[in-house]
């Protein structure tokens, strides 16, 4: 059964503590992996996508990698901030929805 | 430009009935999809158009849902005899094209609340 699960659930850190954020997903045929950002009452924000194992991308203090199992989002000294909800999914081939993951909740404090 | 925009932010109504939640994707944007994320869950999908049809309608729970999009543009989800377990948020979200990695742009949500 294809399953995209986070951890941890919860991340507290302190302002400048860098940490990663995992998604590890048992799909069969991934086209897509998305990370998105969610502040509370609102709606997800797209933040990146990843296609192929191997490939990296950056977004100011985020940086995403992608395995053939596992995505990390790293944040490197972290501010406030970047207190939010993050969520990844995936995409499959054939199929245009995306499954997420619950998410992992980061609180950064000052 | 402007972003997806959902309307209303918020619903209250009783158990029993009808609600219409309205979804305006990005212009120029061919696919909408509907999710409903509750409460410490990540979005679930429910339907996804493609233009005018409905190309995927899997996620919807039951027939008490459904969901239309007459014009290619803006889509209606709309839920009959509403029950309690039906609160949630739900998100809208658009892609330019239908291909299979696009990226989807998420509305603020419709945030229900069934009493």
């Known amino acids: 059964e294809d399953q995209v699960t986070q951890s941890p659930e919860a991340l507290r850190l302190q302002e400048g503590e860098s940490s990663s954020l995992n998604c590890s997903y048992t799909?069969?045929?991934?086209?897509?992996l998305f990370w998105y950002r969610q502040d509370p009452g609102k709606g997800p924000e797209f933040l990146f996508t990843l296609y192929s194992a191997g490939e990296e991308k950056e977004k100011e203090r985020l940086k995403a990698t992608l395995t053939k199992k596992e995505s990390f989002l790293h944040i490197t000294a972290p501010k406030p901030e970047d207190s939010a909800t993050y969520l990844c999914?995936?995409?499959?081939?054939?199929?245009?929805?995306?499954?997420f993951g619950a998410g992992t909740r980061l609180t950064v404090k000052p | 430009g402007a972003g997806v925009s959902q309307t209303p932010s918020n619903k209250v109504t009783e158990k029993g009935k009808y609600v219409e939640l309205r979804c305006d994707p990005i212009?120029?944007?061919?696919?909408l999809y509907w999710y409903r994320q509750s409460l410490g869950q990540g979005p679930e999908f429910l339907i996804y158009?493609?233009?005018?049809?409905?190309?995927?309608d899997s996620g919807l729970p039951n027939d008490r849902f459904f969901a239309v999009r007459p014009e290619g543009s803006v889509s209606t989800l709309k839920i009959q005899r509403t029950e309690r377990g039906d609160s949630a948020v739900y998100l809208c979200?658009?892609?330019?094209?239908?291909?299979?990695?696009?990226?989807?742009?998420f509305g603020p949500g419709t945030r229900l609340l069934v009493l």
């Open positions: 799909v069969s045929g991934l086209r897509g």
């Open positions: 212009s120029g944007h061919t696919a």
């Open positions: 999914a995936v995409q499959l081939y054939n199929n245009n929805d995306m499954r």
């Open positions: 158009f493609q233009g005018t049809g409905a190309a995927d």
């Open positions: 979200a658009s892609s330019a094209n239908s291909g299979s990695g696009e990226t989807q742009y």
